[in-house]
């Protein structure tokens, strides 16, 4: 019986020591539970997404920002591992970085991409290993902040920066282009002027016949090496420009017979024009130039093979950025009017689509790399653009864009013939230019049609010829640019002194680019450089028709 009190009164304290235990317990869960969510408010309150994980990659704990971004609640995150939650690729990579932090014990900082429910962003990822007591590894925590509108700005940065690069570029090579252009034009003046003036003296004698086919050679040298001046100028932008209302539909049908003999004997043409093309703005030569170039580069991609160049126009509408759009200068929003030439050749690699459009580059053993960069310079001048769409073995697709056009179609220039209006014998001509070659060259050929020549190699000095001899100058050739006084300010003090004095300015630039430094009243007749005898008597004529 005592036995059976003590063994009573041991278990009672035995109770009572695991009541106490319970309640010990039970205070020490609710301690738990509380300091649990105190930690889950402190995540839940961080306005990054946060979470922490075991060494095997579960979720431990999630904060609501985590919750919203994946689109599960943070009890279905609990207990799954990146893979239950994010697509494959980019779990892969999380739990890789898990383990790179759990197997170094080194903290981990990287730039991801994570997939959101409503799209994948950009978030600066931080990632910490938990130690326990003895220096353990058993798990990590993260945090990821949101850092898309940053990488957004810095990539907006990035591409405005490449723009202003790329325009630098074109600008720098545009002025080197149009320089080298302009100085070539003023040499050629002497070679194509005075191979006219030695088939001239040749005369057709039969005797002199093969030197007269030698000299017909060299000004056909000159005559081509003036066109591809002309290319430089147009890549420049500083082209020379007679901008008519036209349809592209027509001109490319104009060029039909032209573009077919182009191409490849084993390419096919196909045209799919537009019905009701609205007109565009443009220059005719430039265009049928812009179109050849486009053709003839699509026929070189078909490397022989049989294939077919689709020449398409329409209309598209441009609201936005294109994202195929070649070039540093957006197109306006409006309305334009294309022409995309496509072919099904053996496209381009990123290398070649990037320089595709640089002048002297080629990828043609024979070529100049001239074609397309002229195509782009002939685009800016028209306030156009150009898109690229090319891919290895997958053809190309170049399409050109002209802002739409409102005014009417212009009508065709007619030509009548006029029987020629000679000029007395000795009429006095002042020659103005401070290039020694084309003075001499351009005397030559205004004595051998009746003229007699007053030339002068500066502004001041023709300024003060003229004084001396105003009332005998019928007619005034002034170059528009010299380095003492311009033509400008030579053209104002000319007029001056004779407000209808007939002056012809000349230029190895084009009408355009010298225009923009007189008024359309200033500089009614323009002759570019070289220029072949019939082309001066016919500015001459018209300098003289057009007196004031």
Request: with cysteine; net charge negative.
């Amino acid at each position: 019986m005592p036995d059976t009190r003590a063994e009573v009164t041991l278990l009672r304290a035995r109770v009572a020591a695991l009541e106490h235990e319970l309640e010990r317990l039970a205070k020490t869960r609710e301690q738990v539970l509380d300091a649990r969510a105190q930690a889950q408010a402190l995540l839940d309150n961080i306005p990054h997404m946060a979470w922490m994980k075991n060494t095997a990659g579960v979720f431990l704990a999630v904060n609501e920002a985590f919750a919203r971004a994946s689109g599960f609640s943070k009890s279905e995150i609990l207990g799954r591992t990146d893979r239950d939650i994010w697509p494959l690729d980019l779990a892969e990579r999380y739990m890789g970085d898990d383990l790179s932090v759990v197997e170094s014990g080194e903290k981990f900082i990287a730039e991801e991409p994570i997939a959101e429910a409503s799209g994948t962003k950009w978030f600066e990822t931080f990632k910490t290993p938990i130690c326990d007591s003895k220096g353990q590894v058993v798990g990590t925590v993260g945090l990821a902040r949101d850092v898309t509108s940053r990488k957004q700005a810095d990539e907006e940065r990035q591409t405005l920066e490449r723009r202003m690069q790329q325009t630098q570029k074109l600008e720098s090579l545009g002025v080197l282009a149009g320089g080298i252009a302009h100085d070539f034009n003023n040499l050629l003046v002497g070679v194509l002027s005075n191979a006219e003036l030695a088939l001239a003296s040749l005369g057709d004698a039969a005797t002199v016949a093969p030197v007269r086919r030698l000299v017909l050679d060299i000004k056909d040298a000159a005559l081509h090496a003036s066109e591809l001046t002309n290319q430089m100028l147009a890549y420049s932008g500083r082209g020379h420009f007679e901008v008519r209302t036209i349809s592209l539909n027509e001109m490319v049908r104009d060029m039909e017979h032209l573009l077919g003999a182009s191409v490849s004997k084993k390419a096919r043409v196909d045209y799919q024009l537009a019905r009701e093309l609205p007109p565009v703005r443009a220059d005719v030569a430039q265009m049928h130039q812009l179109v050849m170039n486009l053709i003839t580069n699509a026929s070189e991609a078909l490397e022989e093979r049989a294939g077919v160049i689709r020449v398409r126009t329409g209309v598209e509408q441009v609201r936005g950025a294109l994202p195929d759009l070649y070039g540093p200068t957006p197109l306006a929003p409006g309305q334009y009017v294309f022409l995309e030439v496509t072919d099904d050749g053996c496209g381009m690699d990123g290398e070649t689509r990037a320089r595709l459009f640089e002048p002297f580059f080629t990828t043609k053993f024979t070529g100049r790399g001239l074609g397309l960069s002229a195509v782009q310079g002939i685009m800016r001048g028209h306030a156009g653009g150009i898109t690229l769409r090319t891919a290895v073995h997958a053809g190309t697709t170049i399409k050109v864009l002209f802002p739409r056009s409102e005014q009417a179609l212009s009508e065709p220039s007619s030509s009548p013939h006029e029987p020629a209006r000679e000029w007395p014998t000795g009429s006095l001509v002042m020659l103005v230019d401070d290039n020694a070659r084309v003075r001499e060259v351009t005397k030559i050929l205004l004595n051998s049609i009746g003229f007699e020549v007053l030339a002068v190699g500066s502004g001041r000095e023709a300024i003060k010829k003229f004084d001396e001899h105003s009332s005998e100058v019928r007619v005034v050739l002034l170059d528009a640019m010299m380095p003492d006084l311009s033509g400008e300010q030579v053209l104002r003090e000319l007029r001056k002194r004779r407000a209808d004095l007939p002056v012809i300015i000349c230029s190895g630039y084009s009408e355009q680019e010298i225009g923009r430094h007189f008024s359309s009243s200033e500089m009614a007749t323009f002759l570019q450089k070289p220029y072949p005898l019939e082309l001066l008597k016919a500015r001459l004529r018209e300098a003289l028709s057009a007196r004031r």
